[in-house]
């Protein structure tokens, strides 16, 4: 399992797992972990991850908990971090906002963008070996609802189309 990294990175992880299992004779199931933010068209996608960076900016502050300087103990925060570090927005869609405000500290990058374009976005982890995706939402129930209606179908259309291009 591993959080949303840049494809490059995510694909690197992927090998170097791979290659320790193959001595095992193992086949793992990848798995990665998003917080997708999805509305109609792009700009308000981007404008619901603006508000979603302030919202939790504020309950940062208001908690007393820090905005920079962070130094986090675990292997995945650090590399989310360092991912971070490089940018915003890598990889056209995957949103490191959340990630370099709290530290890393947990699955904090996000994909942005319209269903159809978090799914390209998708089929390009699952091209690099990503076999399931766990996607959580910022607001729990009207992420659920909107994932459940316009997300996951069009993930599966994208990995539909993916696997039948790659059987023929």
């Not at 990294?5 to 299992?21: G, I, N, S, T, Y």
């Not at 998003?34 to 508000?51: H, N």
Request: cysteine-free; glycine content about 8%; proline content about 4%.
């Amino acid at each position: 399992m591993l959080w949303g990294e840049p494809l490059a990175d995510f694909a690197a992880h992927v090998q170097k797992v791979r290659a320790a299992a193959q001595h095992q004779d193992r086949g793992p199931r990848i798995s990665v972990s998003f917080r997708p933010i999805v509305a109609d068209t792009e700009e308000a996608a981007w404008k619901r991850a603006a508000e979603i960076l302030e919202r939790v900016r504020e309950n940062r502050v208001r908690l007393g908990l820090p905005l920079n300087d962070h130094a986090p103990a675990n292997a995945g925060s650090q590399r989310l971090l360092a991912a971070a570090q490089r940018g915003e927005v890598l990889d056209e869609r995957l949103w490191t906002g959340i990630a370099r405000l709290t530290g890393a500290q947990w699955n904090s990058t996000a994909l942005v963008g319209t269903a159809e374009q978090v799914a390209d976005a998708l089929g390009e982890y699952h091209l690099r070996g990503a076999s399931t995706f766990l996607i959580r939402g910022f607001d729990p129930l009207d992420d659920a609802l909107l994932y459940g209606r316009e997300l996951i179908p069009a993930i599966r259309e994208r990995i539909a189309g993916l696997q039948r291009r790659h059987a023929g």
